[in-house]
């Protein structure tokens, strides 16, 4: 199992190559998680550019529409499965309601894909995302996952863009709930991300 779980992907996807052992160049691209966004998608353009500007290939895949096999097959096609950021819990709704949880995670496991992600898109893989309940713009999500349980890659959970004031207030919000949560948690900066592979873990950075 291979992921790299990113902050802000597009600062942080050239450590990818020196990371990887073999090369990678089609990329499934899934950018579901700002299916509800009441402004510009700046950030999923960043990441696709990005991926672009380095020479991958990108697919884009729609959870609302594709099927269970067409998905299937997608991502046997590519060699990187990338979920950009938006909305933690109304897209891990999207992909326990369209019943993908199981072949995303089967095909991550077995790496038969290299998962990346940018914020939410690195915040879905951990067991628990009960720590973004206390995200006001999470709110009207909360009933698409009532147990709160993410997709169940990691025993840890990310916590994005650390170093960017605009997130002061509603990480406030989760320390104050951090005595009642016991998972582990990672604060990254926009510049570092989280490499995982099998059972190894460590933080890369672009500083």
């Not at 902050?7 to 450590?15: E, G, M, V």
Request: charge should be negative.
């Amino acid at each position: 199992m291979t992921l790299f779980l990113a902050s802000s992907l597009d600062k942080t996807l050239p450590l990818l190559k020196t990371l990887l052992q073999k090369p990678a160049t089609k990329v499934a691209f899934i950018a579901n998680a700002s299916d509800n966004a009441t402004e510009e998608t700046w950030w999923v353009d960043a990441d696709r550019n990005k991926f672009r500007e380095l020479g991958y290939a990108t697919t884009n895949v729609d959870l609302r529409t594709i099927s269970a096999d067409e998905l299937t097959q997608v991502l046997k096609d590519v060699d990187i499965l990338h979920v950009a950021g938006g909305s933690v819990f109304y897209l891990v709704g999207l992909i326990k309601k369209r019943g993908f949880e199981t072949i995303l995670t089967d095909a991550i496991k077995s790496d038969s894909v290299i998962y990346t992600g940018t914020s939410a898109g690195s915040m879905i893989v951990s067991r628990s995302i009960a720590m973004f309940a206390f995200d006001e713009e999470e709110k009207e999500f909360l009933a698409d996952v009532p147990d709160q349980k993410g997709l169940g890659l990691i025993n840890f959970g990310i916590i994005p863009h650390c170093n960017n004031a605009e997130f002061v207030s509603e990480y406030g919000k989760i320390v104050e709930h951090l005595p009642i949560h016991t998972e582990p948690l990672i604060f990254l900066q926009d510049t570092q991300a989280v490499w995982v592979e099998n059972d190894m873990i460590k933080i890369v950075s672009t500083q």
